[in-house]
């Protein structure tokens, strides 16, 4: 397959009026095998989404539903390859969530983000509060074996008890640590970024706020150029002067766009039951009953459409939506338009909507 007349990114992180070819599921330096006219559209890798919980009523924890309805959704969505992202929850059902999900045969799933739970219960946002524990490296390495050395990305709030021995621990096994759902102060963080976390989750939510004489673990994010930074771009969880303002701190070269879509994403508005509790979905926001925003209704490209529409080009949404996504899973054949690299691609009409979606260079829109 050849896709021509569009405006392509390159190895050089720029967008180029080229074509780009692939056969047999791999990008080529030519192709006999058909053409695709991409005229006026922009065509990026496959996005990448690190940071995910379910989506059309399929929850990748808590769930024994198939998951392959929710990643063909997902693919049509022009994401290609996700992290899926349990929650706190007990030791057991962890380990039957991490082992599940390590198993799931589809080369989609590029490993596992634990988002808990090792957290902070003054910060958990929609985390339930009886299953957040203190950091315990037993329970890590439960974890890690339970997800077969998959696990990739583990958010901690690195002020509680017990966390500095995690991080230590995590930097053996090659997982990344992720500050989150954390009342930690500057000083706090800035010794676990020393000590090796290099990232945080979800970029203003579920933090201590910046303040004038106490900038927090936001304020050291922000600042220090060690620290990889999530961003959901739904424009719920963060205003766009606020994505705006992360953006110029880091630069998109350390901004990982997330979604951390839940299970309801792409079933709209509506009231839906999950284990306990009810979500309420309006106008896109998805809430408790106490006006908490629990998780997101809207997928990665949509995030990267909001983006598009505030003024970021699509080679640098291209950086932040695939390229830095695919550096924290490890993957040395995703996140670029390559030869040698899979054929996962996404066309984006002018208006940055998803136009067609190849998957291992079979088309799927």
């Known amino acids: 397959m050849k896709i021509v007349g569009g405006s392509v990114f390159g190895s050089d992180h720029q967008m180029h009026e080229t074509s780009v070819c692939f056969e047999n599921g791999i990008i080529t330096e030519?192709?006999?095998?058909g053409v695709y006219d991409a005229t006026g559209c922009y065509v990026l890798p496959?996005?990448?989404?690190?940071?995910?919980?379910?989506?059309?009523?399929?929850g990748f924890y808590w769930s024994k539903e198939d998951l392959l309805p929710a990643l063909s959704w997902l693919t049509r969505q022009g994401i290609t390859g996700i992290l899926p992202a349990t929650c706190s929850e007990t030791p057991d059902e962890l380990e039957e969530d991490l082992r599940r999900l390590a198993s799931f045969p589809d080369d989609r799933i590029l490993?596992?983000?634990a988002e808990g739970p090792f957290l902070n219960p003054v910060n958990r946002g929609g985390m339930r509060e009886n299953r957040i524990q203190a950091?315990?490296?037993d329970t890590l390495q439960r974890m890690y074996d339970a997800?077969?050395?998959k696990l990739k990305i583990l958010t901690l709030a690195p002020e509680t008890e017990g966390?500095?021995?995690v991080i230590d621990r995590c930097l053996e096994l090659g997982i990344a640590v992720s500050m989150g759902h954390t009342s930690a102060t500057y000083d706090c963080a800035k010794k676990a970024v020393d000590r090796g976390a290099t990232r945080l989750t979800h970029t203003f939510n579920g933090m201590r706020g910046l303040s004038l004489r106490e900038p927090g673990v936001l304020g050291c994010g922000l600042e220090d150029d060690r620290v990889m930074c999530e961003l959901i771009c739904d424009l719920h969880h963060v205003?766009?002067?606020a994505i705006r303002l992360a953006i110029r701190c880091k630069g998109y070269e350390n901004i990982t766009v997330i979604s951390d879509g839940s299970r309801f994403s792409g079933l709209g508005d509506g009231e839906y039951f999950q284990e306990d509790r009810m979500i309420y979905i309006k106008n896109g926001l998805c809430t408790l009953a106490d006006g908490t925003i629990s998780g997101s209704s809207?997928?990665?490209s949509d995030g990267a459409r909001n983006l598009f529409h505030m003024g970021y080009p699509p080679e640098q949404i291209a950086v932040m939506a695939a390229v830095n996504p695919a550096k924290v899973c490890g993957c040395t054949d995703r996140g670029e338009l390559k030869v040698g690299y899979r054929a996962d691609l996404v066309v984006f009409d002018q208006d940055f909507r998803v136009k067609a979606v190849f998957l291992k260079g079979q088309q799927v829109v």
Do not use: F, V, W, Y
């Open 135 to 137: 950091p315990n490296i």
């Open 163 to 165: 966390a500095d021995a």
């Open 111 to 113: 490993g596992i983000h």
């Open 298 to 300: 809207r997928c990665l």
């Open 30 to 33: 030519t192709s006999t095998e």
């Open 239 to 241: 205003s766009a002067p």
């Open 147 to 149: 997800s077969k050395g």
């Open 46 to 58: 496959g996005l990448i989404d690190t940071h995910i919980h379910g989506a059309r009523g399929i």
